[in-house]
């Protein structure tokens, strides 16, 4: 009875109030006419369309729970295949037990994203968009969700969409001249391409620009806490977390490896790494962590440097320093609440970066914490508008591919070569576009972005 309806439960695998299972494909409405008993003895596939029924789900004579059936019959519905969800209690065995029942009855399981792969290839949503669901389901913060949605709606496909518009239509004058040229005339053209050409690439360049900002807001900053030991770092990332994650001692160089920790501060991710304390040292272990903290620190999106102002700075202080200068990077003047031996003026000598008071210990200062990270890399606010950002690498690396080809029709257009070196680089810039919404994308780029996905989704 083997059909290309698929099924999967789309709820977590945990104990809870209710369970879905949702079935898609041409028999969807059948199947579940084999295994649901409606109160009113009616059949599911004489009834309208997005309405819910009441019934028990069978197999054979036994009874396996009492639900609630959701019938959307295509193309309304997710996949744009007729569409069954099979509201259940939540219990772990009660869900795969009606999976199992539904697989036996004709569907067969569905695949990672196979839900959203079918919305995707029968046309409702397009490859951007598709991949905005997986990011709905992952968002961490008040922008990545916002972002996320604005993306599901379609703010990225338009956008792109309208760009390809303009290149699309360029391409085509440019052929239509060339295999016309009595009629069509390409005097002065060059000139008028560059123009247009010039236009695209300050839209693509917008959307770019945002890229990085689009990244961290979503995945978080990459943030290393570094200083010498025993200044404080471990006591820093234990009131970020809001729990004891690193060992406390006054013991200098406790902390021999580095403890990876997400926070969320007001809505700024911080991917926060504490390492061990920068010295010189014999001891084996201590020196690998040492050359961790360092490696750490060079591939950062930002660096806390924690010195503590109670004792004065060495040549430890002075190393770490060094490798400051060129980072975004923040000084955090520790242990405010006792006596300064080291000053904002001792440190400025050095290195020339943001600093703020503050005490681990009392927990002070973490709101001019958060106003300077908010500062340094968002230009003093953390905004939700309607800006469309660009948070998906893939996106970003097709956009960088379409920006070289555009640049390549400059080139060509003042080197005075032939218009057909116009339409092939402009081709190029088009079909990179066309990655991003899945319109020019290999299968196996297509299956590799739906497996990892969540099951059911």
């Not at 309806?5 to 006419?33: N, Q």
């Not at 969700?145 to 709606?153: A, N, P, T, V």
């Not at 006792?338 to 002070?364: G, Y």
Request: aromatic fraction near 4%; charged fraction near 30%.
């Amino acid at each position: 009875m083997g059909t290309d309806t698929i099924a999967a439960i789309a709820t977590a695998m945990t104990s809870s109030g209710i369970g879905i299972v949702r079935i898609s494909g041409d028999e969807a409405v059948s199947i579940t006419d084999r295994i649901f008993e409606m109160k009113n003895q009616k059949k599911l596939e004489d009834m309208p369309t997005h309405t819910i029924h009441y019934g028990h789900i069978h197999d054979g004579d036994e009874v396996i729970d009492e639900v609630m059936v959701v019938l959307m019959r295509g193309p309304k519905s997710y996949t744009r295949e007729d569409t069954v969800e099979i509201d259940c209690h939540g219990g772990v065995y009660v869900m795969k037990r009606i999976l199992e029942t539904v697989i036996k009855y004709g569907a067969r399981p569905a695949e990672p994203g196979e839900f959203t792969k079918r919305a995707f290839l029968n046309g409702r949503i397009d490859l951007s968009q598709a991949e905005s669901v997986i990011d709905v389901i992952n968002s961490k913060n008040e922008f990545a969700l916002k972002s996320s949605l604005s993306q599901l709606s379609g703010s990225v496909s338009e956008k792109i969409k309208e760009i390809r518009g303009n290149v699309l239509h360029e391409i085509a004058f440019i052929e239509s001249a060339l295999d016309d040229p009595e009629h069509i005339s390409l005097d002065g053209y060059p000139e008028k391409l560059s123009g247009i050409v010039s236009d695209v690439i300050k839209k693509i360049d917008k959307l770019l620009a945002n890229s990085d900002n689009g990244k961290m807001l979503k995945e978080g900053i990459s943030t290393v806490i570094v200083g010498k030991p025993n200044a404080g770092k471990s006591s820093l990332l234990n009131f970020l977390v809001g729990e004891e994650k690193a060992i406390v001692t006054d013991i200098a160089g406790t902390t021999r490896d580095v403890l990876e920790e997400q926070i969320n501060l007001n809505g700024i991710l911080l991917n926060i790494i504490d390492t061990a304390g920068i010295r010189d040292t014999e001891d084996v272990v201590e020196k690998i962590g040492v050359e961790r903290a360092k490696k750490y620190l060079n591939n950062a999106d930002l660096v806390i440097y924690v010195v503590d102002t109670s004792t004065a700075l060495d040549e430890n202080d002075h190393e770490i320093m060094e490798l400051l200068k060129d980072r975004h990077a923040i000084v955090l003047l520790n242990k405010s609440d006792l006596s300064p031996v080291t000053t904002v003026e001792d440190i400025r000598k050095h290195l020339d970066k943001k600093m703020i008071s503050i005490s681990a210990k009392e927990q002070t200062g973490m709101d001019d914490l958060e106003e300077t990270i908010k500062e340094m890399f968002f230009s003093g606010e953390v905004t939700f508008n309607d800006e469309v950002y660009i948070t998906n690498i893939r996106h970003k690396t097709s956009l960088q591919e379409a920006l070289r080809s555009l640049h390549l029709v400059l080139q060509s257009i003042a080197d005075d070569m032939p218009e057909d070196f116009y339409s092939i680089d402009l081709m190029n810039a088009y079909e990179e576009l066309g990655n991003i919404i899945g319109e020019s994308v290999e299968d196996d780029l297509v299956n590799e972005i739906f497996s990892k996905f969540c099951m059911g989704k």
